[in-house]
Nanobody, 124 residues
Framework: QVQLVESGGGLVQAGGSLRLSCAASGRTFSTGGMGWFRQAPGREREFVAA????????LLGDSVKGRFTISRDYAKNTVYLQMNRLNPEDTALYYC?????????????????WGQGTQVTVSA
């Protein structure tokens, strides 16, 4: 069993930055990969970023490359999403998810557990 709780969302002006956190609990946290997805109203869920259990490999969605970074802190059982140069198109509900897969994956169906989401709103 894995439990995930996101935090760090909020309202920010275009060009600003936010850092999202995902606190994880459960025995599988250290052996599974983690990912971030987002979903805006009327749109399908979109892959944002992923990181392996070791933290040695990451994957970023095309729309966020060069602006977002994903990292992992084993001591705090937490995964972070640093978001820079935000624009209104980044407005969405951001979800943290975990997978038992050993490799990074952008497919939502590969993830087994999901958090409740944290809202990010970017004003023009």
């Amino acid at each position: 069993q894995v439990q995930l709780v996101e935090s760090g969302g909020g309202l920010v002006q275009a060009g600003g930055s936010l850092r999202l956190s995902c606190a994880a609990s459960g025995r599988t946290f250290s052996t599974g990969g983690m990912g971030w997805f987002r979903q805006a109203p009327g749109r399908e869920r979109e892959f944002v970023a992923a990181i392996t259990w070791s933290g040695g490999d990451t994957l970023l969605g095309d729309s966020v490359k060069g602006r977002f970074t994903i990292s992992r802190d084993y001591a705090k059982n937490t995964v972070y999403l640093q978001m820079n140069r935000l624009n209104p198109e980044d407005t969405a509900l951001y979800y943290c998810a975990s997978t038992f897969a050993w490799q990074t994956t952008a497919r939502a169906t590969d993830y087994d557990y999901w958090g409740q989401g944290t809202q990010v709103t970017v004003s023009a």
